[in-house]
């Protein structure tokens, strides 16, 4: 179906082939030394505007030149191998990163790569974007980007923090994407999602936009089994601006701005008994349940990149403001949770980063770079519970009693992160290059913690169809401040919202040591096959989990995790057939929760005290395969058909100690035909019909039971949707 490029070292740049139709070419992890890139001018008769691109696109390979992927596993999504995906561009951006090896699903839309709960950073053109409070939306999109890429595996010196994979996105422009593009998406669940982009260059000045609205009633996971959820409506936008002017053939300004806001109802399971009487009610309807949600985030990049002869730099400042708000069922909540909420929680996250690159011989790359980052935190949260009595039967005993009491908590945090880096690509021969260097990294907030995180990579490629990889990391990965509980439990005490201890160590940084090894092969021309090894040995692991309401991710630590796997992958391109699969497995195992323990059982706590479990996010094996054939490959009646699976073992849930079962297993198939259609006048109209799950297959992803689950999910159910797609 599409196609994902595989690429683990910078001298594979021989792997790169023309894109035919539908198709994408595997993608070297570095670009071309840019001493040896077209020149920044052009003879006067190839002046002005062409010119003024071949410049922007100078800057772009040098660019990437600052923050290469040498040594790790590079997974490459061209524009192309994204429409390929079901639903294509109007896709969420998790569902196109599952089509790579060892991502897998979970609810709430979010993905677990190479046994990471999270952990994922997102960059725009290079530069990091500080992670918000978005839990069920993602507020980027698979539309934004020109080129997609997940980097995982032992990671460089210039990638820190969140570690467990790197969402690369090379934003789309005006030179890029010249002109208009409007489109729409209808189908099942009353989905309705228009889309609109424009880009152009003037003289000097690039300027590209994209909006889309998406209205269904699937907005979360179903938490039930049925065909249509209940009280599940959403609504949301997202945006995004890029401009970018040249002062000079070799320095740039650019700036990136965006936001995404959505709202939510939260689905409900009908037929629920409450769990606390409430003024003499004890049969109350589950199905009329109304609590909602609401997630906003809006981002602001601002960017100066300059090249002189063998050296290159982006200095940027960013800005992210994140918001997120619950409003309960006044009475619903206090029958079935014991508590209701009116809560939100923002946060406001500033900083500054810098990379640059200096080829000081023919063998020596040097790359260093620094992040500065401030975040705000504040939480407000006006509560009602029942207050505790003494039960009538054994005074020394407390109950829920059947009047409600209120109580307000508030707080605030700040915290500031530091980070540096350093690191020499160094060609020892030919055909064997070693990248080694060090990152300092230093936090403050909740608690201070920092970490010098040695790394090495060392590439061998004996052909130019062979390569291999094995590599060493050191990682230092602390909580997201906004996802630590900072708030007071005493002002819960004596009501129904009293946790039942109040242990509640401050949750700190993940401390680990990561082992990564690899293959990447290509045997004949179009196919690519490749392995993947790893090991990561932990200390204070991170993991997180849904803790009621609001539904939001807080973090806490155990004590020690072992973390391994392994993953498969090929693919094909040529001609009009597009072909790829992968599968991967892997095991998380974890012992001792030693952080935000309020958020456990007494039971719970105990046993993972004492015995090693496995994570809830685990899922064992998980596999992705698809194909893609072009009828008329290059005619104005160009057809694409497409089919593609996700297969998942199946999460973890428990059932008589802590995630001691997997669900079943799952698959699913997906289908897709694009058409394009030469109307007379049009510069290109284009029809498109997707088939999402057509076997009706009923999966389930979470039971609501494990450590850390909140809540039931199941996969979309069978659904079709038809987009018509006008470029002007």
Do not use: C
């Amino acid at each position: 179906m599409q196609r994902i490029g595989v690429s683990a070292l910078a001298l594979a740049a021989g792997l790169s082939a023309a894109q035919p139709a539908f198709a994408q070419s595997p993608q070297p992890s570095a670009p071309p030394n840019p001493t040896e890139a077209q020149p920044a001018t052009l003879p006067d008769a190839a002046s002005g505007a062409l010119a003024i691109e071949v410049v922007g696109k100078r800057l772009d390979r040098e660019r990437s030149e600052i923050q290469p992927s040498l040594g790790a596993t590079r997974y490459d999504f061209s524009k192309t191998a994204i429409s390929n995906t079901p639903q294509g561009e109007n896709a969420p951006l998790n569902q196109v990163l599952l089509r790579a090896p060892g991502v897998v699903q979970d609810g709430f839309g979010q993905i677990h790569v190479r046994g990471d709960h999270g952990s994922l950073q997102y960059r725009l053109d290079g530069v990091q974007l500080p992670e918000g409070l978005a839990l069920f939306s993602s507020i980027l999109s698979p539309r934004f980007a020109d080129q997609l890429s997940l980097i995982t595996g032992a990671l460089p010196a210039q990638y820190g923090l969140r570690t467990a994979g790197v969402v690369d996105i090379a934003v789309k422009s005006g030179t890029t994407n010249p002109g208009g593009e409007a489109s729409m998406m209808t189908g099942s669940y009353n989905w309705l999602q228009p889309a609109l982009q424009y880009g152009g260059r003037s003289d000097k000045f690039d300027y590209f936009a994209v909006g889309q609205y998406v209205s269904n009633g699937i907005g979360i996971e179903n938490p039930t089994s049925s065909t249509a959820p209940l009280h599940d409506d959403t609504a949301q936008w997202y945006a995004l601006t890029k401009l970018t002017a040249l002062v000079d053939d070799n320095t740039r300004l650019s700036f990136i701005g965006g936001g995404a806001s959505a709202r939510y109802q939260i689905p409900n399971v009908p037929g629920q008994a409450p769990s606390f009487p409430l003024n003499g009610i004890t049969d109350w309807n589950s199905a009329l349940l109304d609590q909602r949600q609401w997630e906003d985030t809006y981002f602001g990049i601002a960017s100066l990149q300059k090249s002189y002869q063998d050296f290159n730099l982006q200095l940027s400042g960013f800005a992210r403001y994140s918001k997120l708000s619950y409003q309960p069922d006044a009475l619903g909540d206090l029958l079935y949770n014991g508590i209701a909420p009116w809560s939100q929680r923002s946060s406001l996250a500033v900083g500054a980063q810098g990379d640059a690159s200096w080829k000081v011989a023919s063998n020596h790359t040097l790359r260093g770079g620094f992040l500065v980052q401030r975040e705000r935190v504040t939480s407000f949260s006006q509560n009602n519970a029942l207050g505790l009595v003494p039960d009538p039967a054994d005074p020394t005993a407390m109950i829920p009693g059947t009047d409600p009491v209120g109580f307000t908590d508030s707080s605030e945090i700040v915290g500031w992160t530091y980070s540096v880096y350093l690191q020499d690509e160094w060609k020892v021969i030919p055909n064997v290059t070693i990248n080694f260097g060090a990152r300092f990294d230093a936090i403050s907030g909740q608690i201070s913690e920092n970490q010098v995180s040695p790394r090495i990579n060392v590439v061998w490629e004996p052909t130019p169809e062979i390569a291999l990889r094995a590599g060493y990391s050191r990682y230092f990965v602390p909580a997201p401040l906004n996802q630590v509980g900072f708030g007071s439990l005493a002002v819960r005490a004596g009501t129904t919202a009293e946790p039942e201890n109040f242990q509640n160590d401050p949750v700190k940084a993940e401390r680990s040591d990561y082992f990564d090894v690899g293959l990447t092969v290509k045997p004949v021309d179009g196919l690519t096959v490749g392995f993947s090894g790893y090991y990561k040995i932990a200390e204070n692991y991170l993991d997180k989990g849904q803790f009621g309401a609001p539904v939001q991710l807080a973090s806490f630590n155990y004590a020690n995790a072992q973390v391994k796997g392994f993953e498969l992958y090929a693919n094909y391109d040529k001609g009009p057939w597009s072909l790829y699969g992968n599968l991967a497995w892997s095991k998380v195992n974890a012992t001792n929760i030693t952080s935000a323990q309020y958020n456990f059982s007494p039971g719970d706590l105990a046993y993972i005290g004492n015995y090693w479990i496995t994570a809830d996010h685990d899922q064992g094996w998980t596999g992705s395969a698809g194909a893609a054939y072009v009828f008329n490959s290059g005619s104005d009646w160009a057809t694409r058909v497409s089919a593609d699976m996700l297969f998942g073992s199946g999460l973890r849930t428990s059932v008589i100690t802590p995630n001691d079962t997997s669900l079943p297993a799952y698959a699913t198939l997906n289908l897709s035909v694009t058409q394009k259609v030469p109307l007379s006048g049009s510069k290109g109209t284009q029809i498109r019909l997707d088939a999402i799950n057509v076997t009706d297959g009923v999966y389930e992803l979470r039971t609501g039971e494990g450590v850390g689950v909140g809540a039931p999910q199941y996969g979309m159910r069978r659904a079709f949707f038809v987009t018509l797609a006008q470029k002007f």
